[in-house]
């Protein structure tokens, strides 16, 4: 008797641990994976009276619980007929499919997680703090003119900051300094420039669309500058941020 044949006939006996087929307990003496296969459709067989009967959603239901659970989670419901051994056969099937997907998951996952390193965060950057100190000074001042003058002026120290970054290469620092900027320049300032009342804005914005105009040139020279990827991606950020402001501000001017 091969294999499948083996299969077949446990599938259909009542108790697998104890085939009645003399063909089958010669086979598993001589197999030890039908073997071991029999010993999983006998766990299996304890659990069928207490499944529901196919097509039922209830066994989906079952199999659902059980892959989350991690082991068997039934409803027990009661069953006064046995049901036919080709029924059973499926049920024991499905339920030892189920517990090898669960072992499998679990397998991988415990294998997997001690190998999984840590990725270290670089710290923040001492220089960062009091820019966003001041960041939050100047939301909280009362007259949008104001927020838009000294935010203006916050984005002016950050370009300072921002060619010494590029002089020195400092590429992690750069692209910091990248994102902060483009927060202020293109949140901020675009709000406060906003809030200013139209017959204002000639006058309170005039400073902040000079400082775009110069920044968005500025970057784009040193990003020409330093050709290397790590520095000069940032800095056409910081270039794309000033150009993106200035025209914020030029269409707040024109609506005047």
Known sequence: MNCDAARRRLLADEHPDRPTDDGVRRHLAA??????LARRLA????????????????????VRRFLRAGGPVVRRVPMPWSPPAKERG???????????????V???????????????????????????????????LPQAADRVTQAAALASALRDKARALAQAGDADDLKSLARIYSEIVGKDLAEYAGAVPAPQRPAALAGAAAEMRDAESEFQRLAAANPAASTAGPLRQLAS????????????LKAA
């Open 106 to 140: 679990f397998t991988i996952g415990w294998w997997s997680w001690p190998h999984m390193p840590s990725i270290p965060q670089r710290p923040e950057a001492a220089w960062v703090a009091p820019i966003r100190t001041e960041r939050d000074r100047i939301g909280r």
């Open 43 to 62: 766990q299996a067989e304890r659990q069928i009276p207490h499944l529901p009967v196919p097509p039922s959603s209830a066994k989906a239901v079952f």
């Open 31 to 36: 197999c030890s994976a039908c073997r071991a």
């Open 241 to 252: 941020s000033a150009g993106e402001g200035g025209q914020t501000i030029q269409a707040l």
């Open 90 to 104: 499926l049920k024991k099937l499905s339920l030892a499919v189920a517990i090898a997907a669960v072992l499998a």
